[in-house]
């Protein structure tokens, strides 16, 4: 039987990201990102809150992006895969730590404080697809007055031949 190992992760990021390099030259970028999971306490009713908080790396080109974009905040949407590590802490004693190997990222939100480029200075690259969607309502609302002008079609007649399937 196969095997799944895969984590997906919306969260924001607690501190500004951390970038090292290397012997190869290779990027590595470690962020730690925040979820929060909220519910109702069903003995006295009262919302409350719990935090988990968890540690990414990302490598290579990625590794990049994500050092260049990301910054204390950021809220980020993250797939990958969990690594265990082992190692020793200065007292001698061996531990592990499991951290989250990110293979694709996505920034969310908007892009104040991100460290890129301006609203009209061009794209973040191919990484922060999302970024754009913010134009897409806006000009929405603009369309609608005039589409209230026109009765609503009584049938399919009026839509689009142009659909892909």
Do not use: C
């Not at 962020?31 to 999971?37: C, F, K, L, S």
């Not at 990301?70 to 020793?88: A, D, F, I």
């Not at 970024?131 to 929405?140: E, S, W």
Request: glycine share 10%; aromatic share 8%.
């Amino acid at each position: 039987m196969a095997s799944v190992n895969k984590v997906i992760i919306v969260g924001n990021l607690g501190a500004d990201p951390e970038t090292r390099y290397l012997p190869s030259g290779d990027a590595v970028t470690s962020i730690r990102v925040a979820t929060t999971d909220r519910y109702k306490d069903k003995q006295t009713g009262e919302m409350k809150e719990a935090t988990e908080w968890h540690s990414i790396s990302f490598f290579a080109k990625l590794a990049e992006i994500a050092g260049q974009y990301l910054r204390k905040g950021s809220q980020v949407y993250v797939e990958g895969s969990l690594r265990t590590r082992k190692y020793t802490d200065k007292n001698g004693v061996e531990k592990y730590a499991t951290d989250i190997r990110a293979d694709s990222m996505q920034m969310l939100g908007s892009r104040q404080g991100m460290g890129g480029p301006s609203e009209d200075g061009g794209s973040g690259g191919g990484y922060a697809p999302r970024q754009a969607a913010p134009a897409r309502p806006a000009a929405a609302p603009a369309n609608r007055p005039a589409a209230a002008a026109k009765p609503a079609p009584s049938s399919f007649d009026d839509m689009d031949d142009d659909i892909p399937f």
